[in-house]
């Protein structure tokens, strides 16, 4: 059966009448026969969109709440609302402005699939990564409850273990005057005893001269009475008092230490910035003399990577196997050991605010989370050297191959390798090979792919997808050492900044890679770099040991 007759009914062209119709126009929501399309697509004032009839997608008017029967194929553009042909000419809209309501249909259905694209990709995805988060922090309450009463119940036994050796030592003091008290009395005993031993024999011998009625021993009796009138010293000894101090339960509870109040802040949530307001930012020029605002003394003997944390925090590290978390004023916040006791390669702090570390030495990139170390990724056959966290949360990576003749870059979400970036088009290699040398990378705001390749002396940059738009290999006005790039960063304004060590100077391009200025700032072997939310630049000394935070734009 013919596909457009149905029940005797044969559709036709709602132009010439006569033909069958085999198309349908979506923005005109008209039926066209073969012939008649082109006619109709030859009014180019309108955006014609013509599918196969079978194809086509039915309107569905809306039915004029105010005059019974009759379709919503107008928009009024002063009120905001479709209308009917009968409201168009009503007075209810006069002087307003209308147009057929199909005109707006396509800005109107582009922006639904925008805001549904921006749903889908960068809204409801962040809810989801909230929601996990909160299923994480509860998954460890217990672990986290645990430690508190174990640290609780220890700090008991330690309170115990000192109760008890100072009842034991009162005891031991007791005991031992209670023993020179018994010694001083048996002391007292013993000389009265004596004496009461010597009054004894004389009043046994006064006794047997009265008996005896001699005359010599009575004549020559003397008398010793005198010696035993006055009675030996009587020792008195005070027994000891225990004068026990009454328990100041503030004063134990102090001694115990005191547990931080629970606290809850409820912050205001992040505004997800549309993918406009993401592509332009405001507009800041560049300084014409950039200044130092802060030095920050790290205490490594060689620096090598920093990484903003926030405005006034940074992750560094240098020649030994600890990360530092300072503040401005070169306080120490925090210091976390790599897992492995190796020196950390390089640092770089993702969107979440989590450490990331490469260990090239066992082939491992490394995530710290709430000061717990998490192994993401373990090579085989490749060291990994430098990394950088993207917009997108991945994390980017640069690594040599044990051979040390090949190196590339490896875009990860989570242990998941998405892409490798190793060759141009003509097959030849982007980076240099060998394994002593440096190539720290960053993602700037178009998504270029940005590395510092030290031994090439060149800033190679990639479009996201890995193809070369342009190598820097120095401003030519240079006449001092060659150009050798080591710390790179980019900005808010799309620049890229790249640390010029041998020449003690931060090189400012454009996305572009068209040269626009140094920093000085008397810097001494700039190596690592990096740029908080506010465009400031944290320089990385590798001969000072200090970051230097310095105002550009």
Request: charged share 25%; with cysteine; proline share 4%.
């Amino acid at each position: 059966m013919d596909p457009f007759r149905r029940a005797q009914i044969i559709l036709l062209c709602d132009l010439c009448k006569t033909a069958h119709l085999q198309s349908h126009c979506e923005r005109c929501d008209i039926n066209l026969c073969q012939t008649c399309v082109g006619k109709h697509l030859s009014d180019s004032s309108i955006r014609h969109k013509v599918v196969p009839y079978k194809y086509r997608k039915s309107l569905n008017y809306s039915k004029c709440p105010d005059h019974a029967g009759e379709l919503c194929k107008h928009y009024c553009k002063k009120c905001n609302i479709p209308v009917c042909s009968t409201c168009v000419s009503s007075s209810k809209h006069e002087g307003h402005d209308t147009s057929d309501i199909l005109e707006t249909l396509s800005a109107k259905t582009e922006s639904l699939q925008k805001d549904l694209d921006e749903l889908e990709t960068r809204i409801y995805p962040r809810y989801e990564e909230m929601a996990s988060d909160v299923q994480t922090e509860k998954a460890e309450l217990e672990t986290n409850y645990g430690e508190l009463t174990t640290i609780a119940d220890q700090q008991g036994e330690i309170l115990h273990w000192e109760i008890t050796a100072i009842v034991n030592q009162r005891k031991s003091d007791i005991q031992e005057m209670k023993n020179k008290h018994l010694s001083t009395l048996n002391k007292n005993t013993e000389e009265i005893t004596q004496k009461m031993a010597e009054l004894k024999q004389i009043m046994s011998d006064l006794k047997s001269i009265l008996k005896s009625n001699d005359v010599s021993l009575t004549s020559t009796y003397k008398s010793r009475n005198s010696e035993f009138t006055t009675l030996p010293p009587k020792v008195r000894v005070t027994v000891p008092s225990l004068s026990p101090q009454k328990i100041n339960k503030d004063q134990l509870n102090e001694m115990f230490g005191s547990l931080s109040p629970l606290s809850i802040n409820t912050e205001h949530g992040d505004t997800i910035k549309s993918a406009e307001a993401v592509s332009s930012p405001p507009v800041k020029p560049l300084l014409d003399e950039p200044c130092v605002t802060a030095t920050i003394d790290t205490g490594y003997n060689d620096l090598f990577s920093v990484s903003c944390l926030s405005e006034d925090q940074v992750w560094t590290c240098g020649e030994n196997d600890t990360m530092n978390l300072l503040n401005l004023q070169s306080k120490l916040l925090t210091s976390i050991q790599t897992k492995s006791g190796n020196q950390p390669q390089d640092i770089a702090v993702t969107r979440d605010g989590d450490l990331v570390y490469t260990d090239y030495r066992n082939k491992t990139v490394n995530l710290i989370k709430n000061k717990q170390i998490q192994t993401v990724i373990t090579l085989q056959g490749w060291y990994p050297r430098y990394v950088c966290s993207t917009a997108s949360d991945d994390l980017l990576v640069t690594m040599v191959s044990d051979d040390e003749t090949q190196s590339k870059v490896v875009r990860y979400s989570g242990s998941t390798e998405k892409q490798s970036i190793q060759f141009d088009d003509q097959g030849r290699p982007l980076y240099s090979s060998g394994y002593y040398t440096s190539k720290y990378l960053s993602e700037n705001r178009n998504l270029d792919i940005c590395v510092a390749d030290l031994s090439d002396s060149a800033v190679v940059v990639v479009n996201q997808s890995g193809k070369l738009r342009f190598r820097y290999t120095g401003h030519p006005s240079n006449t001092e050492q060659s150009f050798s790039p080591v710390g790179i960063t980019t900005d808010s304004q799309s620049h890229i900044l790249t640390a010029d060590t041998d020449n003690h100077r931060i090189h400012i391009l454009d996305q572009d890679g068209q040269f626009l200025r140094y920093i000085h700032c008397h810097l001494r072997g700039p190596w690592g770099l990096c740029v908080d939310i506010r465009d400031n630049l944290f320089v990385a000394e590798c001969l000072t040991a200090k970051v230097k935070k310095i105002q550009y734009l």
